[in-house]
C-alpha cells in the first residue's frame, strides 16, 4: 500500500477531528497507522508522527490512559532512532510528543512528570528553533500552563510573559496566538487571587477571540468563561452568571454534556450560585460536575478533589456534615499529595475540614 494512501488517511482524520467527528477521526488514523507501519516497519519517524496524529484525537476524546501509551510509543521510537533523526522535522515530532504526555499528566495531577516532558519540549524549542521563535514560545507557555495549575504562579507568569514578547514580535498584539496567552495570564493572576490586576488581559483575550472567530466559536467561549471567572471574584455575579448559562449551551453542544470542560464550568456556576444563595440549583451543579470528573480524569485527580471540598462546603451550610466530611477528607488528602502545603486551594480544604467538624463557616476555592 502506498504512502499516499496515509497521507490520504491523515488528512481524512484531520478534517473529521476538526469537524468534532472524533471516533471516526480515530478510525481513519488508526488505520493509517496500520499503513504506514507495513510500509515502514513499526520504528520509523513517520509512525511517530501518526501516532500523535492518534493521541491528539485520543486526548480531545479524553481516553487519557490512551494518549500516554501512544505517546510512549512515539517516544521509544524517537529514543531508537537518536541521532538518525537530527532534522527540523524530527524535533517538532519529538516536541509534539512530550508536549502531548504532558499535558496528560497535567489533567492527572502528576505535575513533576509533566514537568519534566514539558522542560525537555521547552529545551528542544530553544536549541533547534532559537529563544525567541514561536515554538520556545509555545513551551513557555505550556509549561506556564503547569505551573499555574502547581500553584507556582511566580514561575507560570514569568513564562506566560516571556512568551507574550516573542509572539507580539512575530504575531502581533492582537493575534489568536496573542490571545492565548492573554487568557493564561488572566488566569494566573485569578487563581493567584489578584481580581483587579486579572480582568484586563482576562477581557483583552476575549475581545480578540471575539473579532477574530466570532461569539461563537468554542475558543471565544473559552476565553468568556475565563474572564467570567475574574468577574466572579470582582463579585460581579450578575455578568458571570449571564456567561456561564451561555457557555454552558455552547459547551453541551459542542463537547457533549459529559465532557471536562463542561464539567469545570458547571463547577464555577456551582460556586456562583452557592454565594448567591441558590443552593438547590447549586449542589445540583456540583454534584454533575463531579460525576464527569470522577468518570473522566479519575478519583485522585486535584480537579476532582477541588469540587469536592466546595461540593462538602454547601452540604455543610445546609446541615449535612455526615455527608461533608468524607468529600472533605478525601478532598484535603489529594490536595495536599498533589499541590504546594500553601496552595490556596489546600489552605481552603483544610478549613473547610476544620470547620466541618466545628460546624462554621466555610472556605471555598475556584476552579
Known sequence: MSTERV???????????????????????REALHLIE?????????????????????????????????TERARSIEDALGDDTATEAAARIRMRTLTLAAEVRRVLGDYPQAEGDQLKALALAVAEFGRGSAEAAAARNDLGVLYKYWGRFDDGLRLYR?????????????????????????????????FTSAEAPARKAWDISRQLLGEGDPRTVRDAVAYAAVLDGLERYDESERIYRT?????????GPTHVECAALLHNLATLLDVR???LESEHCHRRALEIKETVVGAESP?????????????????RQAEARPLLEAAVRVLEHRLPPDHPHVRAARENLRRAQSGSDLASGPN
Do not use: K, M
Open 277 to 279: 444563595g441558590h443552593r
Open 247 to 255: 457557555a454552558l449551551a455552547v459547551f453541551e453542544r459542542v463537547y
Open 162 to 194: 516571556e512568551a507574550l514578547a516573542s509572539i507580539v514580535v512575530t504575531d502581533g498584539e492582537s493575534s489568536l496566538s496573542s490571545a492565548v496567552v492573554y487568557h493564561n495570564i488572566g488566569g494566573i493572576l485569578h487563581a493567584r487571587g489578584d
Open 303 to 319: 480537579d476532582v478533589a477541588l469540587t469536592r471540598n466546595n461540593l462538602g462546603r454547601l452540604l455543610i451550610d445546609t446541615g
Open 7 to 29: 497521507i490520504e488517511l491523515q488528512e481524512q482524520s484531520w478534517r473529521l477531528q476538526a469537524d468534532g467527528r472524533l471516533d471516526e477521526a480515530s478510525s481513519l488514523c
Open 38 to 70: 507495513e510500509c515502514e516497519g513499526p520504528s520509523s519517524p513517520d509512525v511517530a508522527n501518526v501516532l500523535n496524529d492518534l493521541a491528539e484525537i485520543e486526548l480531545e476524546r479524553q481516553h487519557f490512559t490512551a494518549v500516554l501509551a501512544l
